[in-house]
C-alpha cells in the first residue's frame, strides 16, 4: 500500500463526483477521497472518431486534470452508451428524447463502454500510467409503449445516459447481459480490481475507510 513520507496511507483519489461510482468502490473496500475533475469533454465531441475514443480520452482527461493538482493514485473513469446504430446515447434533453430512446433500445442489443484511466502522479507528473476499455452488451426485452410511457414519467431516465439506469427501474428491461453489469452502472470493477493492487491501492480495507469530500 502506498504511503507517504510521514507513514499515513496515501487513498485513492476519485476523479468523479458520481454518487454511484463511490457506492461501487465501497463495495471492494477502497480507501478514497473524491477530487472532482475539472475537465470539459465538450471539445471530445468533434476530435474522437469513434464510442471507444471517446471514453478513453474522456477518462484519461478527468484523471490528468486531477494529477496535476494532487499527488497521488488518481482514477478517471467515463461510461457511455452507444445505441445498436453506433451513436453515443447522452443524456435526453426532455421526457420525448427519453422516450425515443428506450424505443430505440426495445427488443435490441446495445453497448456500454467504460474507459477507466488510473495514474500514479508525483510532483504533478504522472510516474505510472494504466488504461482499459471495457465493453458490456446489453439486450433489452420488447418494451410496450405502456412500459416507456410509465418508466419516463417517474423521471429517472432524464439524467441517466441512454435514458435508462440499470440498477434503478429499468432493470426489468434488460433481457441478457454480456460482461460487467458494474460498468454499465458506472464502473468496471472487475477490471479495476485487478489494476488496483499494481499501483499498490489496497482492496478490502474499508474497516479504515477515509472520510470522503469533494475537493
Known amino acids: ?49 469513434d464510442p471507444v475514443s471517446y471514453v478513453q480520452a474522456a477518462a484519461r482527461g478527468k484523471a ?30 426532455n421526457a420525448d428524447e427519453a422516450k425515443k430512446m428506450l424505443r430505440s433500445l426495445s427488443g435490441r442489443t446495445h453497448s456500454v463502454y467504460s474507459g477507466i484511466a488510473l495514474l500514479r502522479s508525483e510532483a504533478g507528473r504522472v510516474v505510472q500510467r494504466e488504461e ?6 446489453v439486450t ?37 447481459i454480456e460482461g460487467d453489469l458494474a460498468s454499465v452502472i458506472g464502473l468496471p470493477l472487475a477490471a479495476l480490481c485487478t489494476m488496483l493492487p499494481r499501483f499498490g491501492v489496497a482492496l478490502w480495507n474499508a474497516a479504515s475507510s477515509l472520510p470522503n469530500e469533494g475537493i
Not at 76 to 84: H, L, S
Request: no cysteine.
Open 140 to 176: 433489452f426485452a420488447e418494451l410496450p409503449q405502456s412500459a416507456i410511457e410509465a418508466y419516463v414519467a417517474t423521471g429517472e431516465p432524464i439524467d441517466k445516459a441512454g435514458a435508462y439506469a440499470i440498477q434503478g427501474g429499468a432493470l426489468p428491461f434488460v433481457s441478457k
Open 132 to 137: 482499459v476499455i471495457v465493453e458490456t452488451r
Open 64 to 93: 490528468e486534470d486531477v494529477a496535476v493538482r494532487r499527488a497521488g493514485v488518481v482514477l478517471g473513469v467515463d461510461t457511455d452508451v452507444v445505441g445498436p446504430e453506433g451513436r453515443i446515447l447522452g443524456k435526453p434533453a
Open 1 to 49: 500500500m502506498l504511503r507517504a513520507a510521514s507513514g499515513s496511507v496515501v487513498p485513492l483519489l476519485l476523479a468523479s463526483a458520481s454518487p454511484r461510482r463511490r457506492e461501487l468502490l465501497g463495495l471492494i473496500g477502497v480507501r478514497f477521497v473524491v477530487v472532482v475533475s475539472r475537465f470539459d469533454e465538450s471539445a471530445l465531441l468533434s476530435e474522437a472518431t
